[in-house]
């Protein structure tokens, strides 16, 4: 994480910060109607959950088995593309913009610790009239995802966490760690050179990121309000020892981790894995923070195995060979 600030640091002095200043200074950001113009599908929907207006997106058959997808910080519903084209015939595939991002745009609320967007999936579930679901979260959305597992229980059938957020990292415990100005530059101008930076710390392999991608990931940050939001989210982000509320967490739960992940290390992971009563940790050669992005294919094997052995009662054979631990 610190080698990730250190790289936006160079990048957003060096690489046209002062004329993406100018812009954000000028506009504020990019008009919503001008991104939603662009980016809404036929898939998308607003809706007023407790307060917001959300883009929701559902896809696959009605009468399905629901599960929901939460992606991480700074990044929109669309890191899930990947993983709904291949579910979404067989489940009801749920995904949002978090509060402060993408197309929902920042919170009236201003509803951004971990434990108000944790509480937050519970309001999403209540606005689509669904008791129960199979949840699944990457970085941010995965610690959202986890401590709502720990807190409601009744509600999650299974649990899948690609590089969940939980133990300490960067300073941050207890209290928020302080933000080092590059990083408040950077999420206010959002320069095209810093989102491909970033991307880069990401990605394990960076020759797998695309400029669709980076085109789509520069443009949600860029939504106007979105910028001061993700400094108030950071504001606001803390984590605390999570041992006992992980131990709580009783649901099935798949951890998929990989490898090369700088911003949280696979041994994060494997402390999770020793904590839950219930959890299986799937890790990938090569991979960086968002395997299910890297790795589409391998990961959403895995979760379609684990899927079928803990909601459908029956493990299919996989082609892939992750490292199972």
């Given at each position: 994480?610190?080698?990730?600030?250190?790289?936006?640091?160079?990048?957003?002095?060096?690489?046209?910060?002062?004329?993406?200043?100018?812009?954000?200074?000028?506009?504020?950001?990019?008009?919503?109607?001008?991104?939603?113009?662009?980016?809404?599908?036929?898939?998308?929907?607003?809706l007023e959950i407790a307060g917001a207006r959300v883009r929701v997106r559902?896809?696959?058959?009605?009468?399905?088995?629901?599960?929901?997808?939460?992606?991480?910080?700074?990044?929109?519903?669309?890191?899930?593309?990947?993983?709904?084209?291949?579910?979404?015939?067989?489940?009801?595939?749920?995904?949002?913009?978090?509060?402060?991002?993408?197309?929902?745009?920042?919170?009236?609320?201003?509803?951004?610790?971990?434990?108000?967007?944790?509480?937050?999936?519970?309001?999403?579930?209540?606005?689509?009239?669904?008791?129960?679901?199979?949840?699944?979260?990457?970085?941010?959305?995965?610690?959202?995802?986890?401590?709502?597992?720990?807190?409601?229980?009744?509600?999650?059938?299974?649990?899948?966490?690609?590089?969940?957020?939980?133990?300490?990292?960067?300073?941050?415990?207890?209290?928020?760690?302080?933000?080092?100005?590059?990083?408040?530059?950077?999420?206010?101008?959002?320069?095209?050179?810093?989102?491909?930076?970033?991307?880069?710390?990401?990605?394990?392999?960076?020759?797998?990121?695309?400029?669709?991608?980076?085109?789509?990931?520069?443009?949600?940050?860029?939504?106007?309000?979105?910028?001061?939001?993700?400094?108030?989210?950071?504001?606001?982000?803390?984590?605390?020892?999570?041992?006992?509320?992980?131990?709580?967490?009783?649901?099935?739960?798949?951890?998929?981790?990989?490898?090369?992940?700088?911003?949280?290390?696979?041994?994060?992971?494997e402390r999770i894995a020793s904590i839950m009563p219930d959890a299986t940790?799937?890790?990938?050669?090569?991979?960086?923070?968002?395997?299910?992005?890297?790795?589409?294919?391998?990961?959403?094997?895995?979760?379609?195995?684990?899927?079928?052995?803990?909601?459908?009662?029956?493990?299919?054979?996989?082609?892939?060979?992750?490292?199972?631990?």
């Amino acid at each position: 994480m610190k080698r990730f600030l250190s790289v936006l640091a160079t990048l957003v002095v060096v690489t046209g910060v002062a004329g993406s200043f100018l812009f954000w200074q000028a506009t504020r950001g990019v008009a919503a109607d001008d991104l939603e113009a662009t980016y809404l599908t036929v898939d998308d929907r607003f809706l007023e959950i407790a307060g917001a207006r959300v883009r929701v997106r559902i896809t696959g058959p009605s009468s399905a088995p629901p599960i929901l997808l939460v992606h991480g910080f700074s990044y929109s519903l669309e890191s899930w593309d990947a993983w709904a084209a291949d579910l979404e015939t067989d489940y009801r595939v749920i995904r949002y913009d978090l509060l402060g991002h993408g197309l929902t745009g920042p919170d009236p609320k201003e509803r951004y610790a971990p434990q108000e967007r944790a509480a937050f999936i519970g309001n999403v579930l209540d606005a689509l009239e669904i008791e129960k679901a199979v949840i699944a979260g990457n970085s941010l959305g995965g610690l959202a995802a986890w401590r709502f597992a720990s807190s409601n229980p009744e509600r999650v059938k299974a649990l899948i966490l690609v590089s969940p957020g939980a133990f300490s990292i960067n300073g941050v415990g207890d209290e928020p760690a302080p933000i080092p100005p590059a990083m408040t530059a950077y999420l206010l101008t959002v320069p095209e050179a810093g989102v491909r930076a970033s991307a880069q710390l990401v990605w394990g392999d960076d020759g797998k990121i695309t400029e669709e991608r980076l085109d789509v990931m520069q443009a949600m940050m860029q939504r106007e309000g979105n910028g001061d939001a993700m400094i108030a989210s950071l504001e606001e982000f803390t984590l605390p020892d999570p041992s006992a509320d992980l131990a709580k967490v009783r649901t099935p739960t798949l951890l998929l981790w990989g490898e090369k992940d700088i911003l949280i290390p696979l041994a994060h992971g494997e402390r999770i894995a020793s904590i839950m009563p219930d959890a299986t940790l799937v890790t990938y050669p090569g991979v960086g923070h968002a395997a299910h992005e890297e790795a589409p294919r391998a990961t959403v094997s895995d979760a379609r195995e684990f899927l079928a052995r803990h909601i459908d009662g029956h493990a299919p054979q996989s082609d892939e060979n992750p490292s199972v631990q």
